[in-house]
């Protein structure tokens, strides 16, 4: 496989690369009205490995090595934040996204709904990325598109600045990429999928990616083209929806393929700084001939202020204090 294989959002930051910048958004957290944990999973203390224990990843995406890490009890959003709870933070907020205040965002191709007045060109390494004026969390599409009926379909077109806004707001923060991978894995130990090792149970899809040629033509065997409902597959071992496929989910962790290497041991934050941002998970427009990233293990990245068609985010949150956390949940290690 090749060293570098861009496809998972358009390639390239949106207007500049921002430096390290740990800022967050000045809006309100949740404070005294307390910290909604509904749709939150607990996900047990315990160890495991991580990374690429078959050897699918690209070299230059850096699923390796498998390494051991130790993860402390934390909670994770059984599902991606969906447009219904986004727009209640807007709502609440007036918080304006990265791709409402630049008035662009990437749509996929097959998907613009748009004038051709608005279709503002291709993304030269991913043509496939079409940058669509007025694309935006409400417009997923383009213009032409709406939120009708997909109020349980995730948020997407947000970036990683307004992912962390919102789960300020909630009382919430993004995962770390190793609580990402431990959480996907949903108990099971070395295995590709959060369900197990085979993507088909029969002729049933567990996934919502591409199928058909991409990027020409998405047939949509699994029933969806875009995205799907949140809660349209079955849920990993730990209650956790879709860790894989549909969208992109951000991490905290800025993004270096050699970070596993010298990754901490217990509760690794990833490294001080850097320039990209951690996404996981893969999307809808994953596809077995491309773009592999649909498994627990696989990574990628895009500049803090990118925003797509494809990506989104799920909140994690601290364990409470007077949640017993002392039950640790040790599993064998096949790698
Ligand atoms: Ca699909």
Redesign the pocket.
């Known amino acids: 496989m090749s060293d570098q294989r861009p496809c998972c959002v358009p390639a390239g930051p949106r207007s500049s690369a921002r430096a390290a910048d740990d800022t967050t958004t000045d809006l309100p957290a949740a404070g005294s009205r307390g910290v909604d944990r509904t749709g939150l999973a607990a996900i047990p203390a315990g160890r495991t490995a991580l990374g690429d224990h078959f050897g699918d990843g690209y070299a230059g995406d850096g699923e390796g090595p498998v390494h051991e890490v130790e993860v402390s009890a934390f909670q994770l959003g059984t599902t991606t934040v969906t447009n219904r709870a986004f727009a209640a933070f807007v709502d609440a907020t007036g918080h304006r996204t990265t791709a409402e205040a630049e008035g662009y965002s990437a749509v996929f191709h097959t998907d613009v709904a748009a004038v051709v007045a608005d279709v503002l060109g291709h993304s030269p390494a991913t043509p496939w990325w079409i940058g669509v004026r007025g694309a935006d969390w409400r417009h997923p599409e383009g213009p032409r598109s709406d939120l009708g009926g997909r109020d349980e379909h995730p948020v997407v077109h947000v970036s990683h600045d307004d992912a962390r806004a919102f789960a300020r707001w909630a009382g919430r923060r993004l995962p770390t990429e190793a609580e990402w991978e431990y959480a996907a894995r949903g108990g099971l130990s070395g295995r590709r999928y959060p369900w197990g090792d085979d993507l088909m149970d029969g002729d049933r899809w567990q996934v ?4 058909g040629s991409f990027p020409a033509a ?1 047939t ?1 065997e ?4 875009t995205t799907a409902p949140v809660t349209a597959y079955s849920p990993n071992g730990y209650g956790l929806h879709q860790m894989v496929g549909n969208v992109w989910e951000w991490c905290s962790d800025w993004f270096d393929p050699t970070a596993y290497a010298a990754r901490a041991r217990r509760d690794p934050r990833g490294p001080a700084s850097g320039t990209v941002r951690v996404m996981r998970g893969g999307s ?1 427009l994953c596809h077995d001939s491309y773009c592999n990233r649909y498994r627990v293990a696989a990574r990628s990245a895009a500049p803090p202020d990118s925003s797509a068609s494809n990506l989104g985010f799920r909140c994690a949150a601290d364990t409470p204090i007077d949640t017993p956390t002392d039950v640790p949940v040790t599993k064998e290690i096949d790698a």
């Open positions: 919502n990616i591409f199928q998405n949509a699994d029933g969806w083209t809808f």
